[in-house]
């Protein structure tokens, strides 16, 4: 299971704006990043109502928690938006001032502050002791390492251009880094704080999703319609699946169930969550979500999925029992990332 789709952590309080207290295992909040409009839903999952929406900054991406559960740290970037081949000189000038991870209070429901984090941060995972951000810094083709005891970072690393996705492996020696635009995985060791390998996975890999034993990585590949499997020890692909149609299908986000038998992938312009079997390797189910769906999350018990659907501005809900959307609730400026927290 993707350590950071749900965080069970101690979290015991209710939100101001919350109107109707809410009891038993089953209350836990989701929390949605909205790109274009530049703030944080908040979502009761008892009545599936957005109970809050809370100003962040410019572009909020990423999205993950602390292991504790007390923060939410976000990805913020005063770069404009462009989709691939854009022509860069059309654009507006970047806003540098907006770029950071933004510190988010759970308990108080608010931004706290934004921590520098090198240029253009889009995704980020964090250390098992809380202590570091791992950070893709999408305009200059590298990630950083930031310490949250002092704010500073602490090391920079060159991973290929257009790095998006990051994942430390769950032993906590190694943190992957995609990079879109080379189409491989640069593979950063903890300790020595240096890229030790460059793995070749396909055309534009953004997410990256372990099994819980460190010894096997899945990884998307958006432009081939695909999802690779990669011994992460020998850093060789171990099988290659594909979804669909290279262009119709384009593999977005990866996360895998609990038990690691099942891989969810959202599949962007495809408007579909593909959920893999990967005992088989094959497809066992294809659900239509909304359009153009990025960010997946579980559930804390892992009966349901969330996706975010940008274009669509909603969040759909699918009981992975049924394999069925039960719920779209409606969001504004374009839905990214998702997240779970359980009191």
């Not at 791992?134 to 002092?150: F, I, P």
């Not at 959202?266 to 239509?288: C, M, P, W, Y």
């Not at 009966?303 to 659907?309: C, I």
Request: neutral net charge; proline residues 6%; hydrophobic residues 40%.
């Amino acid at each position: 299971m993707n350590r950071r789709s749900t965080i069970a952590m101690g979290f015991g309080f209710l939100l101001a704006s919350c109107s109707k207290e809410v009891k038993g295992p089953a209350a836990y909040r989701i929390y949605v990043t909205n790109e274009v409009s530049g703030d944080l839903s908040v979502i009761d999952s008892a009545t599936m109502a957005v109970i809050a929406t809370v100003p962040l900054g410019k572009r909020p991406r990423g999205i993950h928690a602390s292991p504790d559960g007390k923060f939410i740290y976000v990805a913020l970037s005063g770069s404009p938006i462009a989709g691939p081949g854009v022509d860069e000189s059309t654009l507006p000038p970047p806003d540098k001032s907006a770029d950071g991870i933004g510190v988010f209070d759970v308990a108080q429901n608010k931004l706290l502050r934004v921590i520098h984090s090198g240029s253009d941060p889009e995704n980020f995972d964090i250390s098992h002791d809380g202590k570091y951000l791992y950070v893709s810094n999408e305009d200059v083709g590298g990630a950083s390492m930031l310490d949250l005891s002092t704010e500073k970072v602490l090391a920079t690393f060159k991973t290929g251009d257009e790095p998006e996705g990051v994942q430390m492996t769950p032993d906590g020696k190694f943190v992957w880094v995609t990079s879109e635009d080379a189409g491989t995985v640069a593979v950063i060791d903890t300790a020595a704080r240096t890229v030790v390998k460059t793995i070749p996975v396909g055309r534009r890999p953004r997410s990256i999703a372990f099994t819980p034993d460190s010894t096997q990585a899945w990884v998307n590949a958006e432009n081939d319609g695909t999802v690779t499997l990669v011994d992460a020890a020998k850093g060789a692909i171990v099988e290659t699946i594909e979804l669909g149609k290279p262009g119709v299908i384009k593999p977005m986000a990866v996360l895998l169930s609990r038990d690691a038998q099942k891989l969810y992938v959202s599949t962007g312009r495809g408007g579909q969550v593909i959920i893999l079997d990967t005992a088989t390797r094959k497809v066992d189910a294809t659900i239509e979500v909304g359009k153009r769906p990025w960010g997946i999350a579980l559930s804390p018990d892992g009966k349901t999925l969330f996706s975010a659907n940008g274009p669509s501005n909603d969040l759909s809900v699918v009981d992975l029992a049924t394999k069925t959307v039960t719920n779209k609730i409606k969001l504004a400026g374009s839905p990214w990332g998702v997240i779970t927290l359980q009191p």
